[in-house]
T-cell receptor, first 117, second 111 residues
């Protein structure tokens, strides 16, 4: 069964450094998402992306964050200057069509654990 | 803002028991609701998606129901097995391309 793949599985970085988290969504999917889960807290929405632009973003997704689909297969999340509170598990997800308008299920990757020291 | 609550937070049952996990949400204007399973150190696996116009959805030993007007969903697991041990998450789709998640129910099925 096709999967969403994320790399790396674990990233350690120092405060203030830039990190790029990478994702390869399922190949025929058109909608892409980033969610994160701080240890012991709920999974929370960051951003959704369709047709090469952001379709929805949360209040967490400030100017320090950006997303990009640099080619036909990768979807990346960049954090420009990491803070201690950015430490979390970051999940990439994709759906074939709009998950809400067309009831297309979300498919998640295994996540990247980001540790900011 | 949509708030999603899951009860209980943890549940331990003997193998073979039927069980019910609960999810409640504050805003009934939803598009759909999705149940996920999360294993330690892994991503989220989609179990069932219920559209807002549906009352229930079934997959194997799993049955999810939705009562939109009262803001509730339940996930029923029949004849539980040790392999069902995981955290179960409820996610409510109430804005375009955005899901709100509950804190999850951590299920332990004892052999």
């Amino acid at each position: 069964e096709p999967e969403v793949t994320q790399t790396p599985s674990h990233q350690v970085t120092q405060m203030g450094q830039e990190v790029i988290l990478r994702c390869v969504p399922i190949s025929n999917h058109l909608y892409f998402y980033w969610y994160r889960q701080i240890l012991g807290q709920k999974v929370e929405f960051l951003v959704s992306f369709y047709n090469n632009e952001i379709s929805e973003k949360s209040e967490i997704f400030d100017d320090q964050f950006s997303v990009e689909r640099p080619d036909g297969s990768n979807f990346t999340l960049k954090i420009r200057s990491t803070k201690l509170e950015d430490s979390a598990m970051y999940f990439c997800a994709s759906s074939e069509r709009s998950s809400l308008l067309f009831n297309s299920p979300l498919h998640f990757g295994n996540g990247t654990r980001l540790t900011v020291t | 803002k949509q708030e999603v609550t899951q009860i209980p937070a943890a549940l331990s049952v003997p193998e073979g028991e039927n069980l019910v996990l609960n999810c409640s949400f504050t805003d009934s204007a939803i598009y759909n609701l999705q149940w996920f399973r999360q294993d330690p150190g892994k991503g989220l696996t989609s179990l069932l998606l219920i559209q807002s116009s549906q009352r229930e959805q079934t997959s194997g030993r799993l049955n999810a129901s939705l009562d939109k007007s009262s803001g509730r969903s339940t996930l029923y697991i029949a004849a539980s097995q040790p392999g069902d041990s995981a955290t179960y998450l409820c996610a409510v789709g109430s804005k375009i391309n955005k899901f709100y998640f509950g804190s999850g129910t951590k299920l332990n099925v004892k052999p």
